[in-house]
Protein backbone atom coordinates (compact mmCIF):
# COMPACT_ATOMS: atom_id res chain seq x y z
CA UNK A 1 0.00 0.00 0.00
CA UNK A 2 1.93 3.42 -1.24
CA UNK A 3 0.32 6.87 -1.03
CA UNK A 4 1.41 10.62 -1.84
CA UNK A 5 0.84 14.09 -1.92
CA UNK A 6 0.90 17.21 -3.65
CA UNK A 7 -0.14 20.78 -3.08
CA UNK A 8 -2.57 21.51 -5.65
CA UNK A 9 -2.55 25.51 -4.62
CA UNK A 10 -1.63 27.61 -1.66
CA UNK A 11 -3.57 25.66 1.85
CA UNK A 12 -5.04 23.14 -0.05
CA UNK A 13 -3.34 19.37 -0.85
CA UNK A 14 -4.63 16.29 -2.88
CA UNK A 15 -3.57 13.04 -0.86
CA UNK A 16 -4.05 9.64 -2.50
CA UNK A 17 -3.55 6.04 -1.53
CA UNK A 18 -3.50 3.11 -3.49
CA UNK A 19 -5.68 0.27 -2.04
CA UNK A 20 -4.81 -2.50 -3.91
CA UNK A 21 -6.29 -4.28 -6.63
CA UNK A 22 -9.96 -4.63 -7.98
CA UNK A 23 -10.48 -8.39 -7.48
CA UNK A 24 -12.89 -8.12 -10.64
CA UNK A 25 -11.11 -5.93 -13.21
CA UNK A 26 -7.16 -6.29 -11.77
CA UNK A 27 -7.33 -2.48 -11.58
CA UNK A 28 -5.36 -0.15 -9.13
CA UNK A 29 -7.77 1.12 -6.82
CA UNK A 30 -6.78 4.27 -5.44
CA UNK A 31 -8.16 6.68 -2.71
CA UNK A 32 -7.74 10.52 -2.69
CA UNK A 33 -9.01 13.32 -0.32
CA UNK A 34 -8.93 16.68 -0.78
CA UNK A 35 -7.27 19.04 2.54
CA UNK A 36 -7.42 21.97 3.39
CA UNK A 37 -4.15 23.10 5.74
CA UNK A 38 -0.65 22.45 5.86
CA UNK A 39 1.76 19.91 5.02
CA UNK A 40 1.46 18.26 7.88
CA UNK A 41 -2.32 18.37 8.02
CA UNK A 42 -1.73 16.37 4.87
CA UNK A 43 0.20 13.95 5.91
CA UNK A 44 -2.10 13.36 8.87
CA UNK A 45 -5.07 12.66 6.42
CA UNK A 46 -2.97 10.49 4.44
CA UNK A 47 -2.04 8.28 7.70
CA UNK A 48 -5.85 8.33 8.53
CA UNK A 49 -6.49 7.00 4.57
CA UNK A 50 -3.86 3.74 5.51
CA UNK A 51 -5.75 3.45 8.93
CA UNK A 52 -8.80 3.28 7.12
CA UNK A 53 -7.74 0.92 3.95
CA UNK A 54 -5.97 -1.18 6.58
CA UNK A 55 -9.61 -1.94 7.90
CA UNK A 56 -10.99 -2.86 5.12
CA UNK A 57 -13.02 -0.07 5.07
CA UNK A 58 -12.31 0.65 1.16
CA UNK A 59 -12.57 -2.86 0.63
CA UNK A 60 -14.25 -3.07 -2.69
CA UNK A 61 -14.61 -2.86 -6.69
CA UNK A 62 -16.07 -0.43 -9.51
CA UNK A 63 -17.82 -3.47 -10.57
CA UNK A 64 -21.95 -3.13 -10.94
CA UNK A 65 -24.46 -5.07 -9.85
CA UNK A 66 -25.50 -6.26 -13.35
CA UNK A 67 -21.91 -7.59 -13.82
CA UNK A 68 -22.51 -9.13 -10.52
CA UNK A 69 -25.60 -10.97 -10.99
CA UNK A 70 -24.20 -12.37 -14.46
CA UNK A 71 -21.18 -13.76 -12.57
CA UNK A 72 -23.21 -15.14 -9.58
CA UNK A 73 -25.70 -16.78 -11.61
CA UNK A 74 -22.90 -18.51 -13.79
CA UNK A 75 -21.73 -19.69 -10.61
CA UNK A 76 -25.02 -20.93 -8.32
CA UNK A 77 -26.63 -21.86 -11.70
CA UNK A 78 -25.62 -25.73 -11.62
CA UNK A 79 -27.40 -26.03 -8.39
CA UNK A 80 -30.47 -24.56 -9.26
CA UNK A 81 -33.40 -25.68 -11.79
CA UNK A 82 -33.90 -24.42 -15.06
CA UNK A 83 -37.27 -22.76 -13.64
CA UNK A 84 -35.56 -21.27 -11.44
CA UNK A 85 -32.77 -19.69 -13.20
CA UNK A 86 -35.61 -18.56 -15.71
CA UNK A 87 -37.30 -16.63 -12.95
CA UNK A 88 -34.34 -15.41 -11.80
CA UNK A 89 -33.29 -14.03 -15.20
CA UNK A 90 -36.90 -13.08 -15.26
CA UNK A 91 -36.72 -10.75 -12.74
CA UNK A 92 -33.08 -9.60 -12.90
CA UNK A 93 -34.45 -8.37 -16.69
CA UNK A 94 -37.31 -6.61 -15.91
CA UNK A 95 -37.53 -5.65 -12.27
CA UNK A 96 -33.79 -5.56 -10.77
CA UNK A 97 -31.39 -4.30 -13.23
CA UNK A 98 -33.40 -1.52 -14.43
CA UNK A 99 -33.18 0.03 -11.47
CA UNK A 100 -29.79 -0.63 -10.24
CA UNK A 101 -27.89 -2.69 -12.69
CA UNK A 102 -25.30 -0.06 -13.97
CA UNK A 103 -24.57 1.09 -10.07
CA UNK A 104 -21.21 -0.17 -8.66
CA UNK A 105 -21.70 -2.74 -6.17
CA UNK A 106 -19.74 -0.90 -3.35
CA UNK A 107 -22.17 2.22 -3.99
CA UNK A 108 -25.69 0.48 -3.38
CA UNK A 109 -26.90 1.02 0.08
CA UNK A 110 -29.60 -0.40 2.44
CA UNK A 111 -31.82 2.76 1.57
CA UNK A 112 -31.39 2.31 -2.26
CA UNK A 113 -33.12 -0.94 -2.10
CA UNK A 114 -35.79 0.22 0.13
CA UNK A 115 -36.45 2.78 -2.58
CA UNK A 116 -36.89 0.08 -5.04
CA UNK A 117 -38.83 -2.06 -2.90
CA UNK A 118 -41.19 0.90 -2.12
CA UNK A 119 -41.14 1.89 -6.04
CA UNK A 120 -42.61 -1.97 -7.28
CA UNK A 121 -44.91 -1.88 -4.37
CA UNK A 122 -46.60 1.45 -5.49
CA UNK A 123 -45.86 2.74 -8.32
CA UNK A 124 -45.88 -1.40 -10.47
CA UNK A 125 -48.34 -2.43 -7.98
CA UNK A 126 -46.43 -5.64 -7.49
CA UNK A 127 -47.26 -8.18 -5.36
CA UNK A 128 -45.26 -8.28 -1.64
CA UNK A 129 -44.76 -11.90 -2.49
CA UNK A 130 -42.87 -11.01 -5.82
CA UNK A 131 -40.64 -8.15 -3.87
CA UNK A 132 -39.89 -10.51 -1.18
CA UNK A 133 -38.58 -12.84 -3.99
CA UNK A 134 -36.52 -9.76 -5.37
CA UNK A 135 -35.25 -9.11 -2.37
CA UNK A 136 -33.78 -13.01 -1.64
CA UNK A 137 -32.21 -12.50 -4.95
CA UNK A 138 -30.19 -9.35 -4.14
CA UNK A 139 -29.22 -10.61 -1.12
CA UNK A 140 -27.78 -13.98 -2.49
CA UNK A 141 -25.66 -12.14 -4.99
CA UNK A 142 -24.83 -9.68 -2.65
CA UNK A 143 -24.09 -12.48 -0.26
CA UNK A 144 -21.27 -14.12 -2.63
CA UNK A 145 -20.02 -10.79 -3.11
CA UNK A 146 -18.97 -10.48 -0.11
CA UNK A 147 -17.20 -14.09 0.14
CA UNK A 148 -15.46 -13.20 -3.30
CA UNK A 149 -14.40 -10.18 -1.37
CA UNK A 150 -15.73 -7.34 -4.08
CA UNK A 151 -17.74 -5.49 -1.15
CA UNK A 152 -17.22 -5.74 2.81
CA UNK A 153 -20.72 -6.27 4.19
CA UNK A 154 -24.30 -7.01 2.40
CA UNK A 155 -26.48 -3.98 2.07
CA UNK A 156 -29.94 -6.16 1.25
CA UNK A 157 -28.95 -7.65 4.97
CA UNK A 158 -29.97 -4.20 6.49
CA UNK A 159 -33.10 -3.28 3.58
CA UNK A 160 -36.69 -3.86 4.66
CA UNK A 161 -38.70 -6.14 2.29
CA UNK A 162 -42.78 -5.79 2.62
CA UNK A 163 -43.88 -7.73 5.33
CA UNK A 164 -46.52 -10.76 4.13
CA UNK A 165 -50.27 -10.13 4.60
CA UNK A 166 -51.96 -13.87 5.96
CA UNK A 167 -54.90 -14.47 4.27
CA UNK A 168 -58.03 -14.59 7.05
CA UNK A 169 -59.86 -18.07 6.27
CA UNK A 170 -63.08 -18.19 4.62
CA UNK A 171 -64.33 -21.43 5.99
CA UNK A 172 -68.21 -22.37 4.37
CA UNK A 173 -71.26 -22.52 6.11
CA UNK A 174 -73.52 -25.07 7.04
CA UNK A 175 -75.57 -24.93 3.75
CA UNK A 176 -72.46 -24.58 1.57
CA UNK A 177 -71.49 -27.95 3.45
CA UNK A 178 -74.55 -29.62 3.11
CA UNK A 179 -73.76 -29.30 -0.67
CA UNK A 180 -70.59 -30.24 -0.61
CA UNK A 181 -71.34 -33.46 1.40
CA UNK A 182 -74.39 -34.57 -1.56
CA UNK A 183 -72.54 -33.91 -4.64
CA UNK A 184 -69.79 -36.22 -2.89
CA UNK A 185 -72.29 -39.05 -2.26
CA UNK A 186 -73.50 -39.30 -5.69
CA UNK A 187 -69.83 -38.54 -7.22
CA UNK A 188 -67.38 -40.30 -4.66
CA UNK A 189 -69.06 -41.49 -1.54
CA UNK A 190 -65.67 -42.40 -0.30
CA UNK A 191 -64.36 -38.87 -0.55
CA UNK A 192 -67.79 -37.79 1.25
CA UNK A 193 -67.13 -39.95 4.41
CA UNK A 194 -63.69 -38.18 4.81
CA UNK A 195 -65.17 -34.79 4.25
CA UNK A 196 -68.12 -35.45 6.79
CA UNK A 197 -65.63 -36.46 9.16
CA UNK A 198 -63.53 -33.43 8.76
CA UNK A 199 -66.68 -31.19 8.57
CA UNK A 200 -67.84 -32.79 11.74
CA UNK A 201 -65.14 -33.14 14.03
CA UNK A 202 -62.65 -30.74 12.51
CA UNK A 203 -60.07 -32.73 12.04
CA UNK A 204 -56.88 -31.23 9.88
CA UNK A 205 -56.60 -32.58 6.25
CA UNK A 206 -53.53 -34.38 7.03
CA UNK A 207 -55.86 -36.45 10.31
CA UNK A 208 -58.27 -37.07 7.66
CA UNK A 209 -55.81 -38.25 5.38
CA UNK A 210 -54.01 -40.68 7.78
CA UNK A 211 -57.39 -42.44 8.68
CA UNK A 212 -57.37 -46.20 7.37
Sequence with gaps: MSG????????????????????????????????????????????????????????????????????????????????????????????????IGNKSIKNIRASDLDLLYNGLLRQIDLAPTSVRQIHAIIRRAFRQAVLWGWVSSN?????TPPRLRKSEPSPPDAEEVDQLLRAAHIRDPELANFLHMAATTGARRGEVCALR
Design 4 to 99: GMRQRRPGVWEVRLEAGRDPVTGRRLQISRSVTGTKRDAQKALNELAVEADKGRYLGTATTFRQLSEQWLAFVGADLSPTTIRTYENLLSKRILPA
Design 155 to 159: PAANA
